[in-house]
Each structure stands twice: as structure tokens, then as C-alpha cells.
T-cell receptor, first 114, second 115 residues
Framework: DARVTQTPRHKVTEMGQEVTMRCQPI?????VFWYRQTMMQGLELLAY????????DSGMPKDRFSAEMPDATLATLKIQPSEPRDSAVYFC????????????FGQGTRLTVV | GQQLNQSPQSMFIQEGEDVSMNCTSS?????WLWYKQDPGEGPVLLIA?????ELTSNGRLTAQFGITRKDSFLNISASIPSDVGIYFC???????????????FGTGTRLQVTL
């Protein structure tokens, strides 16, 4: 059963610490999305990649967030330094883009910054 | 960022009732998707719509792509307790190159089903 895998599922960290979230997209998918979900803002797109190249990261605070795809099986989202307002659930989704994109989501990483 | 407006925001219904929710946008989209999210999980794709006016069913779920391309509707017939969750619509545009762009998500409709 193919699925997007995210690690860790939960992360509690102190303000100022670096946080790294990882995502393994579904094998063969060429598009990866990072979303952040909060009660106030809902699902917000942070960045997305196609064929490992970043296509749009305009939703991401550039000074502290970075997203990369070191290879086709791994996407990472880093926050350095983390702040309490970064507390949210971060979702990775992958898809196979051939004109349309049906994105399949992972279970998310719940981040709490204290 | 841009969000789609969903209504209602939440609803309580009794088991067996039919449910309707909708999603509206100020912009047109080429594709509409409907997702369901259970507590502690990521959104799961329910239905995808690719053409204005299209009506698509998936079991007890039926969704329609509005003819103006600015709205979409989701209906659930004969609701059951496991239908509880948050339902999100998502719209997508195609770029000039014909490839898909990012998804824009709605604000969600929280559904609660009572016995």
C-alpha cells in the first residue's frame, strides 16, 4: 500500500532550536508539496518541488525555513531557529503531475515550539 | 495566502441524513478536489473533478464541478458515524505549459454525525 511517510510524527522543541522534518514521497511521484496546517490559517502551501527542483517556495518564511530534496526519495523541511509561532502540523504530499495533480498526503508532523 | 470559502463551517447531522457542502472562489480553477481529514491524520482524497459541469460519484459521495468553474459541491447521502471529520475542497489551475500548479485549499467543513 503506497503512502507518503513523514517523520517524526510529533516533535516538541525549545524556541531557537533547529527542527528537521522528513518526508518520503510515494515511489515514482515527481511532485512534492509541503503544507502547514493551523486552526487560524488552515492549510497553507509552503513550498513545492517537481523532479526535485523547487518550483514555488513563496509561502515559506525565507529567513528561517528551508526545503530541499536531496534525492527522489527524501524531502526535508528545516526551521532554524524555531519560534513558538511555528507550532503547527506540517504535511508533506506527493503527486504525479501529468496535467493534473492529485496530491496524496502523509500523516503529518505535529510540531510544538515552547 | 489565497483560500477558498467553504460553507457551512460546521454541521451536526443525524445518522441517515444527507449532507451538502460547497466551496466558492473568486478565481476559476481547472480542477477541483475534495479531501477528508480524520483527527491526527492527513487529508485523504475523495473525489477529483476535471471538467466544468462534471458530476462524479464515489460510493455515497457525489461532487460537482460548477459550470462557472468558480465553485464545487459535495453531497454525502445517508450519512454514517464514520463520515465524521473535516472536509476540504481544493482548486488547481494549469499553467500555460499545461502542467498542474499548486493546490489551493478551502477553509474546511467540520461534520459531526449523531446517532
Amino acid at each position: 500500500d503506497a503512502r507518503v511517510t513523514q517523520t517524526p510524527r510529533h516533535k516538541v522543541t525549545e524556541m531557537g532550536q533547529e527542527v528537521t522534518m522528513r518526508c518520503q514521497p510515494i515511489l515514482g511521484h515527481n511532485t512534492v508539496f509541503w503544507y502547514r496546517q493551523t486552526m487560524m490559517q488552515g492549510l497553507e502551501l509552503l513550498a513545492y518541488f517537481r523532479n526535485r527542483a523547487p518550483l514555488d517556495d513563496s509561502g515559506m518564511p525565507k529567513d528561517r525555513f528551508s526545503a530541499e530534496m536531496p534525492d527522489a526519495t527524501l524531502a526535508t523541511l528545516k526551521i532554524q531557529p524555531s519560534e513558538p509561532r511555528d507550532s503547527a502540523v506540517y504535511f508533506c504530499a506527493s503527486g504525479l503531475v501529468l496535467g493534473v495533480s492529485e496530491a496524496f498526503f502523509g500523516q503529518g508532523t505535529r510540531l510544538t515550539v515552547v | 495566502g489565497q483560500q477558498l470559502n467553504q460553507s457551512p463551517q460546521s454541521m451536526f447531522i443525524q445518522e441517515g441524513e444527507d449532507v451538502s457542502m460547497n466551496c466558492t472562489s473568486s478565481s476559476i480553477f481547472n480542477t477541483w478536489l475534495w479531501y477528508k481529514q480524520d483527527p491526527g491524520e492527513g487529508p485523504v482524497l475523495l473525489i477529483a473533478l476535471y471538467k466544468a459541469g462534471e458530476l462524479t460519484s464515489n460510493g455515497r459521495l457525489t461532487a460537482q464541478f460548477g459550470i462557472t468553474r468558480k465553485d464545487s459541491f459535495l453531497n454525502i447521502s445517508a450519512s454514517i458515524p464514520s463520515d465524521v471529520g473535516i472536509y476540504f475542497c481544493a482548486g488547481q489551475l494549469k499553467s500555460r505549459a499545461g502542467t498542474a500548479s499548486k493546490l489551493t485549499f478551502g477553509t474546511g467543513t467540520r461534520l459531526q454525525v449523531t446517532l
